[in-house]
């Protein structure tokens, strides 16, 4: 935004998505047993437009203690965060350089976001959420490289032919086989739009909340017809 407030014209759309992904978040949070603190990490934050606003969220919207920790590998636009948040003040607010994978906060998380994590990073961050039993995840996938490179199917090669249609089909089933696995272990899973097409493409979020319940979804023979090794399915 301008210093009057007005939203910039090539920010509108990601003004719509963090304003719609909050909406989303304060809804599931109004869900979850209440707490007096919380801790949300936004695992590949980037340049943390979504952190930021989320922090000020939760302290000024919500009035709730938090304690709220972006990670990202990219090392200048962790110190730019970090730069940021010392001159805004947030104090229960920290940016962690580093691979998502090798990030460890261990027990305690509450919440974790995370926007357009590209590839199998929206695995990594889906995985730490499940071993830490994390009781919210808000995740917006990008990027779905991974199983169009391994998809095979004989049947379905009338569709798997055509370069784009194979794309859009290996985002389906790699955000499928996502929230199957997530029901399996112990969360009720929503794949929903968390805005219109037109404000960004990768608008597919899955809302994920843990009730203890674990599902038996059947994966497998997904995974043997179309011969694919998904991370979703790999250790962390
Ligand atoms: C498309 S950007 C999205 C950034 C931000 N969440 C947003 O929506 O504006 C993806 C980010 O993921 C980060 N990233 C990708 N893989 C990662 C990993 N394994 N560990 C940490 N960060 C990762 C990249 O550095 C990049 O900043």
Redesign the pocket.
Request: proline content about 0%.
């Given at each position: 935004m301008d210093r009057n407030g007005n939203v910039f014209k090539n920010q509108r759309d990601?003004y719509i998505q963090i304003n719609n992904f909050l909406a989303i978040l304060n809804d599931a949070m109004n869900r979850l047993p209440p707490k007096k603190h919380w801790t949300i990490l936004?695992?590949?934050?980037?340049?943390?437009?979504?952190t930021f606003v989320l922090y000020y969220f939760m302290k000024e919207i919500r009035q709730q203690e938090c304690h709220v920790i972006g990670?990202?590998?990219?090392k200048d636009?962790i110190q730019k965060c970090t730069q940021i948040k010392q001159r805004l003040g947030f104090q229960e607010m920290d940016f962690i350089e580093?691979?998502?994978?090798a990030y460890n906060y261990g027990q305690g998380v509450d919440v974790v976001v995370?926007?357009?994590?590209?590839d199998t990073?929206t695995d990594?961050v889906l995985k730490y959420a499940m071993k830490n039993q994390v009781k919210l995840i808000l995740s917006v996938p990008?990027c779905h490289k991974e199983l169009a490179k391994q998809i095979q199917n004989k049947m379905l090669d009338p569709i798997l032919k055509y370069g784009l249609l194979k794309e859009r089909f290996a985002a389906l089933l790699t955000d499928a086989l996502r929230a199957n696995v997530l029901e399996n272990n112990g969360y009720r899973a929503d794949v929903i739009e968390f805005v219109n097409f037109e404000n960004s493409p990768k608008n597919v979020m899955i809302r994920a909340i843990w009730t203890g319940k674990k599902q038996t979804n059947e994966i497998q023979s997904l995974i043997d017809a179309f011969q694919i090794t998904p991370s979703i399915l790999t250790p962390l």
């Open positions: 990601k936004d695992l590949c934050c980037g340049k943390s437009y979504l990670v990202d590998l990219k636009v580093g691979d998502i994978a995370s926007l357009h994590a590209c990073a990594i990008c």
